[in-house]
């Protein structure tokens, strides 16, 4: 739908101009050719919501399109999961990908450790499972995704060091599921001496980052997240990362897998 308005040449914007008689006709018909199968599946909205009609290829709107741009917000949300043990490299690569391409980044672990940090009800049971390597509750972690989400106007996700076990799978399923559209799982792969190696010289301050703690978590990541991984990897979503090379080296491949979105 994103290539559609812009071949069309209308912005948001356009809505003034519509409303102040720039354009000649409201109701003239508009077509476009699209070869993007995403406006099939979309055809049946657009028809009640614009007058479109999908014929061979052609999609013709006999509405104005201010009311296809409120049909484009609904749009599935893009979801790319980032997973990989403490230190991979997930956060520096998920800088460079929202730079890069656009998308929305957040941190389970920065949403939680926001949330321990905000006094909120949760935040002595968040900082007890962080400080002994566990993974905490899923109804606390999925909904503060949700509201980052629902809050943003920009509609392609990178959800870094989510789902980490079965638990918040499941719930992802329960409270998501269907409303947004999983791309794929970007998997940094990285041992933990080079982990540990990295936690250590990053030197950040985090609680969960000490030595003793590292360990923990990536037992953890180990025991309950590959299994995660192993899910979808029978899905045919994983895209395996080399992390132990550096940065660059690392983007020169994360690039390869989002040229196409």
Same mark, same amino acid.
């Given at each position: 739908l994103g290539r559609l308005v812009a071949d069309s040449s209308v912005a948001t914007s356009h809505d003034d101009h519509l409303s102040s008689g720039v354009c000649a006709s409201r109701q003239r018909q508009r077509q476009f050719r699209t070869h993007d199968s995403s406006i099939h599946h979309a055809h049946l909205s657009l028809q009640s919501a614009c007058g479109a009609r999908v014929e061979e290829g052609m999609l013709t709107i006999t509405r104005p399109l201010t009311r296809l741009v409120q049909v484009m917000a609904a749009v599935r949300p893009m979801v790319v999961f980032v997973l990989g043990g403490p230190g991979a490299? #997930?956060?520096?690569?998920?800088?460079?990908? &929202?730079?890069?391409? +656009?998308f929305i980044h957040f941190s389970a672990g920065d949403l939680l450790r926001k949330e321990r940090d905000s006094g909120s009800k /949760? +935040?002595?049971?968040?900082?007890?499972?962080? @400080?002994? +390597?566990?993974? &905490? *509750?899923?109804?606390?972690?999925?909904? @503060?995704? #949700?509201?980052?989400?629902?809050?943003?106007? &920009? #509609?392609?996700? @990178?959800? /870094? +060091?989510? *789902?980490?076990?079965?638990?918040n799978l499941d719930g992802?399923?329960?409270v998501i599921g269907?409303?947004?559209e999983i791309k794929f799982v970007m998997f940094f792969d990285c041992p933990r001496e080079v982990c540990m190696e990295r936690v250590v010289k990053r030197g950040e301050g985090r609680t969960d %980052? %000490?030595?003793?703690?590292?360990?923990?978590?990536?037992?953890t990541y180990l025991s309950q997240t590959m299994p995660i991984i192993d899910i979808f990897?029978? #899905?045919g979503l994983v895209r395996k990362l080399d992390a132990t090379a550096g940065p660059d080296e690392v983007f020169s491949e994360v690039k390869k897998l989002f040229a196409g979105l």
């Open positions: 490299g #997930k956060g520096t690569q998920c800088a460079r990908i &929202v730079e890069e391409y +656009g /949760d +935040g002595a049971l968040i900082q007890d499972h962080m @400080l002994n +390597g566990k993974i &905490v *509750p899923v109804e606390i972690t999925i909904n @503060l995704i #949700k509201k980052e989400m629902l809050n943003s106007e &920009v #509609k392609k996700f @990178l959800i /870094d +060091g989510f *789902p980490r076990n079965r638990d992802w399923y329960r269907d409303t947004a %980052d %000490d030595p003793d703690v590292f360990r923990k978590r990536f037992d990897e029978a #899905k």
